[in-house]
């Protein structure tokens, strides 16, 4: 007789309306044989709320070189486990990559069990596109960094959805409206599916004003979501690579150019290197 193995479930949990918890996410939790959580003592108060007693372990991204292995032997000897974060789906800028990709490696069964999500959450009531758009996570912490982060998707058609933390968002807003420019449109969802649930829209330095005068609207956790790049943006950004490629391929070989040249519009290095070529400027960088 073969040996059955156990299911690693990946549990969606609230944002914040503990009445978003799926009836089906209530039962895998309540019936596996743990589950491991990002924080043990945010997720046993969502448990305590529902009677649940299952054990917990800890898993996140300080331990999750250690736990991983001993979750699959678990998992192995034919244990069934989830997986949860503090909030929302797991592994959206969350831990646990690590051991659903091990999980998958070694051929053993991984279950998601859907639910909240705050991007997908703050995408479908911004009033901004959604056909189309680009997960991005949280920016980095530092204004130069962000900036050059920010550059690389200048160009996105798509909405783009990230995260910030309330004491950086002026910060973020500021470079946004540095990198991208005023015309675009922008949301903040601030505290969803709570008591004080927000959607503001407007510019970036509408949006930092509004923020600067009411200082409540600083609070909470926040997703900022952007306004993907214009047909007319897009080809406007074109031709200014097209000018700086040119320019700098007077002083310079090709591919030192596109190095340059990346840097000082956001547009990829690669990209800059194929535009050169298909328009002879190594050739007559050549001459």
């Known amino acids: 007789m073969q040996h059955q193995t156990g299911v690693l479930y990946v549990v969606a949990t609230p944002i914040g309306n503990l009445g978003d918890l799926s009836p089906r996410a209530r039962q895998v939790l309540a019936e596996v044989a743990a589950i491991a959580a990002e924080d043990t003592r945010d997720t046993r108060r969502l448990l305590a709320q529902y009677g649940i007693t299952s054990e917990l372990i800890a898993y996140h991204d300080h331990n999750e070189a250690t736990m991983t292995p001993q979750i699959l032997e678990r998992l192995v000897a034919g244990q069934s486990l989830a997986l949860v974060s503090d909030a929302g789906t797991p592994l959206i800028s969350d831990p646990g990559y690590t051991l659903v990709a091990a999980a998958r490696a070694q051929g053993l069964p991984v279950v998601p069990i859907p639910g909240a999500s705050a991007a997908i959450c703050a995408l479908s009531a911004s009033g901004l596109p959604s056909d189309r758009f680009l997960f991005l996570g949280f920016p980095p912490r530092t204004s130069v960094r962000r900036r050059t982060w920010l550059a690389a998707v200048a160009s996105e058609p798509g909405t783009l959805i990230l995260y910030e933390s309330a004491k950086r968002v002026l910060e973020t ?115």
């Open 173 to 287: 807003l500021h470079d946004l409206s540095v990198v991208l420019g005023e015309t675009r449109r922008l949301v903040i969802a601030r505290e969803l599916t709570k008591q004080f649930e927000t959607f503001l829209l407007g510019t970036a330095s509408e949006l930092i004003a509004r923020l600067e005068s009411d200082p409540e609207q600083r609070l909470g956790e926040m997703v900022l979501l952007v306004e993907g790049c214009s047909a007319s943006e897009s080809d406007a950004a074109h031709a200014e690579s097209i000018r700086v490629l040119r320019l700098l391929c007077e002083a310079m070989p090709l591919s030192q150019a596109a190095a340059l040249g990346a840097r000082l519009t956001g547009t990829k290095k690669n990209v800059l290197y194929r535009l050169g070529l298909e328009l002879g400027l190594a050739a007559e960088n050549a001459e």
